[in-house]
């Protein structure tokens, strides 16, 4: 396995020792690149092979994509990577998620924020989902909602991430859509979502805000009851019945988006050619099974209308977490 020629200009920034480039090929002036900010196998692999695959196999590429992994930082080191010594790249696309939004409001990212690249587009989302054991006494969203406003502190919330997180801002943004303060919350942190899911059906934990992915076994086994997707709207298949947090009268929704950035330099015409290049993508059928088979929605936002979501997502978070007092 060969070590990316991009590793040469990076020396000077922290933990780039482990940086691996998937398959034999080195990447030349002329081919594409998707950095992983993290090790093999998450959901930053996933991203990266999302495109990869999709493109080449609908030959909107040439030559194989190369995947290069470059863990640090929960993004950071990508980030600053690419600010520092790629900026201007043509050919270079990094994976990014709503995580590496979190992030940036949170202030992780370092000295840069969240305008600092070009956002080029999502190719496919997850969504939230507040969940409850199927003998859980609520059977839906406002009955948690209204015990929860007169005991904050008595029914336990959990999720796989701490204070800040993904999982936490789902429980957080839920609770102030009811004005409930979120710091009132009493929130129990998990190593990952399987282990939150087991705290929850072992009656440790009394509500999980998860994944709808990740969920699928669990509605077909029916020891859980999903109270709310925070979608925009409902979704099919096995999650038809399954009424969004909006319909019962609840403003917030979680997308967790799959996509990519570019440097801050690159020029309009490279920047538009790869909107064009995923837009295409993401309208073909032979893309539509793959993105499903890896248990992912429809997801297609590209160009600058992603720059604004992404911008509006930052300052929302940023908002909560100047509220409750995470800011850095």
């Known amino acids: 396995m060969k070590i990316n020629k991009a590793f040469r200009h990076c020396s000077g920034l922290a933990l780039l020792g482990g940086m691996l480039v998937a398959g034999g090929a080195q990447a030349q002036s002329d081919s594409t690149e998707c950095i992983a900010p993290a090790k093999p196998g998450g959901g930053y692999d996933l991203t990266c092979r999302l495109a990869a695959n999709g493109l080449q196999e609908t030959g909107l590429i040439d030559q194989p994509m190369v995947v290069t992994y470059m863990p640090g930082g929960i993004g950071a080191v990508a980030y600053n990577h690419v600010n520092g010594v790629r900026k201007d790249d043509p050919n270079l696309i990094v994976a990014a998620s709503t995580g590496a939004a979190v992030n940036l409001a949170l202030g992780k990212f370092g000295q840069y924020d969240a305008?600092?690249?070009?956002?080029?587009?999502?190719?496919?989302v997850d969504y939230g989902a507040i969940v409850v054991s199927a003998d859980a006494p609520w059977q839906n969203l406002d009955e948690l909602m209204d015990d929860l406003r007169e005991s904050p502190g008595e029914i336990a919330f959990g999720a796989g991430g701490t204070i800040g997180s993904q999982d936490w801002m789902k429980a957080a943004l839920t609770a102030k859509s009811a004005d409930i303060a979120p710091q009132?919350?009493?929130?129990?942190?998990?190593?990952?979502?399987?282990?939150?899911l087991a705290a929850l059906l072992g009656d440790h934990i009394q509500v999980f805000t998860g994944d709808l992915s990740e969920l699928k076994s669990q509605l077909e086994s029916g020891k859980?009851?999903?109270l709310a997707a925070l979608s925009e709207e409902r979704m099919d298949g096995p999650y038809a019945e399954i009424p969004t947090a909006a319909e019962q009268g609840y403003d917030v929704q979680w997308p967790i988006w799959r996509g990519y950035y570019m440097g801050p330099e690159v020029d309009d015409e490279a920047y538009a050619a790869w909107v064009e290049r995923l837009t295409e993508l993401s309208e073909s059928e032979q893309f539509a099974e793959l993105r499903e088979a890896r248990g992912l929605f429809p997801m297609s936002r590209f160009g600058?209308?992603?720059d604004s979501y992404v911008q509006e997502q930052v300052a929302q978070f940023q908002s909560l977490a100047d509220e409750v007092g995470l800011s850095q």
Do not use: N, S
């Open 184 to 196: 009132d919350l009493r929130y129990v942190a998990f190593e990952g979502g399987g282990e939150a």
């Open 304 to 306: 600058p209308d992603f």
């Open 115 to 124: 305008t600092e690249v070009r956002w080029l587009g999502a190719l496919g």
């Open 224 to 226: 859980i009851r999903v």
